[in-house]
């Protein structure tokens, strides 16, 4: 365990069981979202002269954790997370934390992505639009985290999204995402 009480391995976040509540929840799952974490930018010392961060995603009930980068406060984690997605939607709800070895973990910030937009994207069910199509920009403004505009683009036959979040509730730092939808084999998604 960290020191934030969680394990240091993440289960998936789909998990089948042989109840009939969980087909039930199978049935209302829309498909996938693939958040790859790119990297922070000028992240909040927490140690010395630098960090160990790493970042705890939760949807829902469902909560996903990076790899720590040791002492950087720019790290590139390039990793890839994945929620299950049903209806209702929530929001990406993100947390950057130091980790510590010998006390509780630092806090570096927090950070909330609506994603109904993109959604609302994939389910216009798009197909053979030229590759680099924006499909929709999101502008920064007080109700998000939005560092910068953000584009919903159409990319090798899939949809991304590019995402710059500036954390809150810390004197600095920013981290980049990509969203990606996974339709699942056999199902229409919407």
Aim: aromatic share 6%; with cysteine.
């Amino acid at each position: 365990m960290d020191g934030t009480g969680m394990a240091d391995s993440v289960s998936s976040p789909v998990s089948v069981r042989s109840t009939p509540q969980s087909f039930s929840s199978m049935e209302q799952l829309m498909g996938l979202l693939r958040v790859r974490i790119v990297k922070g930018l000028n992240l909040a010392v927490r140690d010395l002269n630098t960090s160990d961060p790493y970042i705890v995603l939760r949807m829902g009930k469902q909560k996903l954790k990076t790899h720590v980068v040791r002492k950087n406060v720019n790290p590139e984690w390039n990793e890839e997370l994945t929620f299950s997605i049903s209806d209702p939607i929530k929001p990406i709800k993100l947390e950057v934390f130091d980790k510590d070895t010998f006390s509780q973990d630092d806090k570096m910030g927090d950070a909330e992505l609506d994603i109904l937009p993109f959604i609302q994207t994939v389910k216009l069910n798009l197909q053979h639009l030229g590759n680099g199509t924006v499909l929709e920009k999101l502008v920064p403004n007080r109700q998000n985290c939005l560092a910068e505009e953000s584009r919903i683009v159409w990319l090798d036959g899939k949809i991304i999204q590019d995402v710059c979040l500036r954390l809150r509730n810390v004197e600095c730092g920013e981290v980049e995402l990509q969203l990606q939808w996974i339709n699942l084999p056999g199902r229409k998604a919407f």
